[in-house]
């Protein structure tokens, strides 16, 4: 028998493609996760991720507020700190790379494109 690929609607039983979850799902045809994993907090990389740490030790060498410019540790962009005296952490990314998210899609479009591309790279006029 034949089932139209697009179109349907219907619900039905799917497997969670989360590594070896084998959980099944009852939903869309586009479900991928189960329950479980359509957190994207209860993935494996993102949970791994998220131990990366954030902060810095930045001796506080000053004895009143300071500000200082720093490159982020992943763009490589400036930004500015201001160190305060007594506060030994700080974050090593620049403002939008704080955040786990914006990082992980960062190294998306920086990545290494060996996996599979049928994108060609264009080369600006
Ligand atoms: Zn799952
Ligand atoms: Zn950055």
Redesign the pocket.
Known sequence: MELSKCGSKESRWIKCTYKECNNKIFGAPNTRFCEYHKDIRNRDEIKNAKLEDVMKVIPDRFSSPTQIELD?E??G?PYRLILYPLQQKYPR??E??RNQYKRDNYRKLKGDNCGTSDEQETEEL
């Open positions: 982020c992943l763009c962009i990314f620049c939008p790379h």
